[in-house]
């Protein structure tokens, strides 16, 4: 069956979506300094004020929205699914967040704390729901996204030195070689990592040893996630494309569909669907599978 995209219209600049707590689709709005809610049948159920340029967001370990704000001063929030701002912590090194169209990640990591990446410092840091925070050294090279891997280690893309660098807990890290501008990236059903990019316009299978294959798409590649069946699926904003590679892929096995504007970050709802924001297209996608 062809995948079906429904377009629904928000305010403006929709950058990053996560499924919520309580069901419904939230995703930050960089045009308007708010964080919006949308149901799975694509109504708008609120727009929530923020201070300022709302990036990343994901579902903080203890069960609330966080999400990464501010070029200037920037900070980590905790939101609660009414949309009262609950915890706003400011990050030690000012201006440590790019703008949306660089997007820092922000998510979960191996230790229970909220790890992030810091795009202008070369920084990844953590805090915890508490406020307390800790930085590593500027040892990245425009890191990116991030994710926790395997065994226990935190993944980070390096979009200014084309590599992947596996981080432990303790501090120490390894790098490891994939096409240039790596974007965003999951960890596989099949235990490879699989990274986008935004410069070559490739998907990269990336093992743990370092081993690469390369998959050429139609455009600029952003967002990425796994579906249910353990899919990936990546936001190919160049193009404006939604793609696709099976988890067992082994050569010419990309697809890609049509959705007329252009994806930025994707993720999977609680409906079991592909959700999407467009910056450039003020819509949220939903994307049945």
Request: proline share 4%; hydrophobic share 35%; glycine share 12%.
């Given at each position: 069956?062809?995948?079906?995209?429904?377009?629904?219209?928000?305010?403006s600049?929709?950058?990053?979506?996560?499924?919520?707590?309580?069901g419904?689709?939230?995703?930050?709005?960089?045009?308007?300094?708010?964080v919006g809610?949308m149901?799975t049948?694509?109504?708008?159920l609120?727009?929530?004020s923020?201070t300022?340029?709302?990036?990343?967001i994901?579902v903080?370990?203890?069960g609330?929205?966080w999400?990464?704000?501010?070029?200037?001063?920037?900070?980590?929030?905790s939101?609660?699914?009414?949309g009262?701002?609950?915890?706003?912590f400011?990050?030690?090194?000012?201006?440590?967040?790019q703008?949306?169209?660089?997007?820092?990640s922000?998510?979960?990591?191996?230790?229970?704390?909220?790890?992030?990446?810091?795009?202008?410092t070369?920084?990844?840091?953590?805090?915890t729901?508490?406020?307390?925070?800790?930085?590593?050294q500027a040892?990245?090279?425009?890191p990116?996204?991030?994710?926790?891997?395997?065994n226990?280690?935190l993944?980070?893309?390096?979009?200014?030195?084309?590599?992947?660098?596996?981080v432990s807990?303790n501090?120490?890290?390894?790098?490891?070689?994939?096409?240039?501008?790596?974007?965003d990236?999951?960890?596989g059903s099949?235990?490879?990592f699989?990274?986008?990019?935004?410069?070559?316009g490739?998907l990269?299978?990336l093992?743990?040893t370092?081993t690469v294959?390369?998959?050429?798409?139609?455009g600029?590649l952003?967002?990425?996630?796994l579906?249910?069946a353990?899919?990936?699926?990546?936001a190919?904003?160049?193009g404006?494309?939604?793609?696709?590679?099976?988890?067992?892929?082994?050569?010419?096995c990309?697809?890609?569909?049509?959705?007329?504007i252009a994806?930025?970050?994707?993720?999977?709802?609680?409906?079991?669907n592909l959700?999407?924001?467009?910056?450039?297209?003020?819509?949220i996608?939903?994307?049945v599978?």
């Amino acid at each position: 069956m062809t995948p079906t995209a429904y377009l629904y219209t928000t305010a403006s600049r929709p950058n990053s979506i996560v499924a919520g707590p309580d069901g419904k689709m939230w995703y930050t709005q960089y045009g308007t300094n708010a964080v919006g809610k949308m149901s799975t049948n694509g109504t708008v159920l609120g727009s929530y004020s923020t201070t300022d340029d709302p990036g990343s967001i994901t579902v903080g370990p203890d069960g609330n929205l966080w999400f990464l704000q501010g070029t200037t001063t920037s900070s980590v929030v905790s939101m609660s699914t009414s949309g009262t701002i609950l915890k706003s912590f400011t990050v030690p090194t000012a201006s440590a967040f790019q703008a949306v169209t660089v997007p820092n990640s922000l998510t979960t990591g191996p230790d229970g704390n909220l790890w992030f990446s810091e795009y202008n410092t070369g920084k990844i840091a953590s805090v915890t729901t508490q406020g307390v925070f800790s930085e590593s050294q500027a040892v990245y090279s425009h890191p990116e996204g991030m994710i926790t891997g395997l065994n226990g280690n935190l993944v980070v893309t390096n979009t200014n030195s084309a590599s992947v660098s596996v981080v432990s807990m303790n501090g120490s890290y390894s790098n490891l070689t994939v096409p240039t501008g790596p974007t965003d990236i999951v960890v596989g059903s099949d235990g490879n990592f699989w990274v986008t990019s935004k410069s070559s316009g490739t998907l990269t299978r990336l093992s743990p040893t370092g081993t690469v294959t390369n998959y050429s798409t139609n455009g600029t590649l952003r967002g990425i996630t796994l579906d249910s069946a353990g899919n990936v699926w990546f936001a190919d904003e160049g193009g404006s494309y939604i793609g696709t590679a099976a988890y067992n892929c082994a050569s010419s096995c990309i697809t890609e569909y049509s959705i007329s504007i252009a994806p930025f970050s994707i993720t999977v709802g609680s409906d079991g669907n592909l959700w999407a924001a467009s910056i450039a297209s003020n819509k949220i996608i939903k994307f049945v599978i």
